[in-house]
């Protein structure tokens, strides 16, 4: 009974999941960005390298 139990939730969680993609596509043109703006590439800047810092705190608290 465990087994069957194991794979009735793992299709649960697939249906699940799979609901959540449908709603996060966003068609490209609804974005109106200039990519080559300095302050969209001051921005990304900022967002990776605060990105890289929670990897990187992330991967240190794992060790």
């Given at each position: 009974?465990?087994?069957?139990?194991?794979s009735g939730a793992m299709t649960a969680n697939s249906k699940a999941s799979a609901?959540?993609?449908e709603k996060k596509e966003v068609p490209a043109e609804d974005f109106d960005i200039d990519m080559?703006?300095?302050?969209?590439e001051k921005a990304a800047?900022?967002?990776q390298s605060?990105?890289?810092?929670?990897q990187k705190k992330k991967q240190d608290v794992k060790s």
């Open positions: 009974m465990s087994e069957r139990q194991g609901g959540q993609d080559k703006a300095p302050e969209t800047v900022a967002i605060q990105f890289r810092k929670f």
